[in-house]
């Protein structure tokens, strides 16, 4: 059976590129195949981050997952740091992954340039341990937003060379993109939306929160509404209201031919107060139910480390540690 994987750090709360880029993937995903989802708190610590805080965060994303609507009776949803395999195949990926492969990457650049005190190793290695997270349940498909390309590469690099070093054990790993796998910033189209900044949507955000945030999203010159190259801002606005409003982007932009960017806001913050509605109701029946929460994840783990045990001792054989 075709087995997929993915996860998200917990950095902070989620946003609608996390759900349009990956998680609304899952959801669809999880009834075809079998699924493991989870939240990679590993990874989240490898930048500044507030220790009294991280077990709200990790608590939140999860919360999220289910909101969002991940089904526990066919999923399992993990904790990364609760499955210890994960970082034990990520040392053993270290010893055969070249520095150079690591180093040059643009995440790495970017966030060591963003904050230079912070070159930690984890922060080099973080793709090394993303490889890890899959292939140590041998996924074959991952669904992730296309920032996360590079990282799927290397992860298959990791694959070649360990079955030309050790013999033949993992396959290729294929990346599984949705049509949000890039949504970007409201203030800045160039930049892609992220969970620190102030300009993204979060799938939470109060409807007046989202009002002023659309209202304030950045436009292009003109007043065209259309999307094209040399319109990032337009088309992602574009973008956002098609994946809520499931119209295509050509209806949307023959209905707003004749108005003007500020009718077009209106709408779209509405369309997506309304769309979203969905979530902040369930997350707060949710919130209420912290046992099955927590039974929801002891299951995931307990049936995930399963698999990540059997496959570990497999390849501990094959480099001749067993
Ligand atoms: P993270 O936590 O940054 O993001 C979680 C998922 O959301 C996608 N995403 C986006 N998609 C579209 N538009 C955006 N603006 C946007 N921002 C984020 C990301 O591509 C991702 O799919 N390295 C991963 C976490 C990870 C992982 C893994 C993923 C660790 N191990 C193994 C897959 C498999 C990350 O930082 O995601």
């Known amino acids: ?27 669809d995903l999880q009834n075809k ?22 077990k709200r965060m990790v608590w939140d994303t999860i919360l999220d997952f289910l909101a969002a609507g991940l089904n526990p009776k066919k999923t399992s949803i993990i904790i990364q740091s609760q499955i210890p395999e994960h970082t ?27 904050h ?11 793709p090394v341990l993303m490889a890890a997270d899959i292939l140590i349940y041998k996924a074959d498909i991952v669904p992730v937003g296309e920032d996360q390309i590079a990282h799927i590469d290397l992860a298959n690099e990791i694959v070649k060379r360990f079955n030309y070093l050790y013999g033949p054990t993992f396959s290729r790993i294929k990346p599984f993109f949705s049509k949000g796998a890039r949504i970007m910033s409201l203030s800045d189209p160039t ?16 409807p007046e929160e989202i009002r002023d945030k659309i209202k304030k999203a950045v436009t292009d010159s003109g007043r ?9 801002a337009i088309s992602n606005l574009l973008l956002i209201y098609h994946l ?16 003007g960017y500020a009718d077009f806001k209106k709408d779209l913050a509405e369309i997506i107060v309304k769309g979203l509605e969905p979530f902040r109701q369930k997350r707060k029946e949710l ?15 307990d049936r995930a480390r399963k698999i990540a045990s059997k496959n570990l001792l497999e390849i501990k054989r094959k480099i001749g540690l067993i």
């Not at 520095?99 to 990457?105: G, I, P, Q």
């Not at 139910?289 to 299951?299: D, E, G, N, Q, T």
């Open 1 to 27: 059976m075709t087995r997929v994987f993915s996860g998200v750090r917990s950095s902070g709360r989620l946003h609608i590129g996390n759900y349009f880029g990956a998680i609304k993937s899952w959801i």
């Open 33 to 54: 195949h079998e699924s493991i989802f989870a939240v990679v708190d590993y990874h989240a610590i490898t930048t500044p981050y507030n220790p009294k805080g991280m």
């Open 88 to 114: 034990e195949l990520a040392w053993i990926f270290n010893t055969l992954t070249p520095v150079s492969w690591l180093d040059r990457l643009p995440t790495y650049r970017e966030k060591i340039e963003a």
């Open 116 to 126: 230079p005190q912070n070159a930690n190793m984890g922060l080099l290695d973080y």
């Open 191 to 206: 930049k892609k939306m992220s969970k620190t900044g102030g300009e993204g949507i979060g799938l939470y955000d109060e």
């Open 224 to 232: 065209e509404i259309i999307m094209r190259e040399d319109k990032p």
């Open 244 to 259: 809520f409003s499931g119209k295509s982007i050509k209806a949307i932009e023959k209905k707003y031919q004749d108005k």
């Open 287 to 301: 919130e209420k139910k912290p046992r099955y929460v927590k039974k929801v994840v002891a299951s995931g783990v």
